[in-house]
């Protein structure tokens, strides 16, 4: 049985509270989606016996990103998810591979990839080591928090169609 009063679409705000019934703000900016459910979790079971929340994701806000290097334009920009409504692409370009053309009322969101930000950054200069373009992100909480840095190889993106290097961005 499910209560109403818990049940709804709930924003994190910019501070990354979350203001819920009962509980009030709860602090989520920066957590996964099952850490936030644990979170959840633990603080309703004052209220209700053996809580069982369902958390997920109802819309996605634009990522921020710096690009620096050799782009033809560098700063911060914006990138937005791009959305499929039913099997049809509604913002932005994209694959639609592994998407079922029959799932008429489903939404799906396709997440900003590096391509796409070079492509933002109006292309690389000549002068730039697609061998070696470097990535840095926040790390999840989970995994210890602070930043990560990883190396990614984009020639075999643009030779042989390796998606693996093509890889997905992370606000920051």
Do not use: M, W
């Amino acid at each position: 049985l499910g209560l109403d009063l818990f049940s709804g679409v709930y924003a994190i705000k910019p501070d990354g509270f979350i203001d819920l019934p009962e509980i009030n703000d709860v602090y989520a900016k920066g957590k996964t989606i099952n850490e936030l459910k644990t979170t959840l979790e633990k603080k309703y079971s004052e209220y209700v016996y053996t809580p069982e929340i369902s958390v997920s994701i109802s819309t996605y806000r634009p990522l921020s990103l710096t690009l620096r290097g050799e782009v033809n334009k560098t700063g911060l920009f914006k990138l937005n998810y791009s959305r499929l409504s039913g099997g049809k692409n509604t913002i932005g370009s994209a694959a639609l591979s592994g998407i079922d053309e029959n799932q008429k009322d489903s939404t799906t969101y396709l997440e900003p990839k590096l391509f796409d930000l070079i492509q933002l950054g109006r292309g690389i200069t000549s002068y730039a080591d697609l061998k070696n373009i470097q990535i840095i992100r926040d790390n999840p909480l989970i995994h210890g928090g602070g930043k990560i840095k990883t190396t990614v190889n984009l020639i075999s993106l643009l030779e042989d169609g390796n998606q693996q290097s093509n890889i997905t961005l992370r606000d920051g």
